[in-house]
Nanobody, 123 residues
Framework: QVQLVESGGGSVQAGGSLRLSCAAS????????MGWFRQAPGKEREGVAA???????SYGNSAKGRFTISHDNARNTLYLQMNSLKPEDTAMYYC?????????????????WGQGTQVTVSS
């Protein structure tokens, strides 16, 4: 059974940085695809960043130029380095993965989710 456990959230002032981590257990898909999503109160969930088995990275518009996704294969841990944080980045951040083989590493194909970690950015 796949388990995704996020950590690293917290409160930070605008302009600051945070690094989120997601420890993945039981996830050994040959068709590797993991990512980060976020959801703010009253808003829809949005894709923040994703990475696939070839190391191809995708970013949502809000993350481009500020956030970096990476994956440590040895630790089976996903990271999201967030720099130049803004108050509008305040949200619950979720680690996610795709388990269905053959699907592309697109936002709509993620089907495994962690519990989330809260990020709050104050002005």
């Amino acid at each position: 059974q796949v388990q995704l456990v996020e950590s690293g959230g917290g409160s930070v002032q605008a302009g600051g940085s945070l690094r989120l981590s997601c420890a993945a257990s039981g996830y050994n898909s040959k068709d590797f695809c993991m990512g980060w999503f976020r959801q703010a109160p009253g808003k829809e969930r949005e894709g923040v960043a994703a990475i696939d088995s070839e190391g191809t990275r995708s970013y949502g518009n809000s993350a481009k130029g500020r956030f970096t996704i990476s994956h440590d294969n040895a630790r089976n841990t996903l990271y999201l380095q967030m720099n130049s944080l803004k108050p509008e980045d305040t949200a619950m951040y979720y680690c996610a993965a795709k388990s269905r083989p053959g699907d592309y590493c697109y936002w709509e194909n993620f089907n495994l989710w962690g519990q989330g970690t809260q990020v709050t950015v104050s002005s």
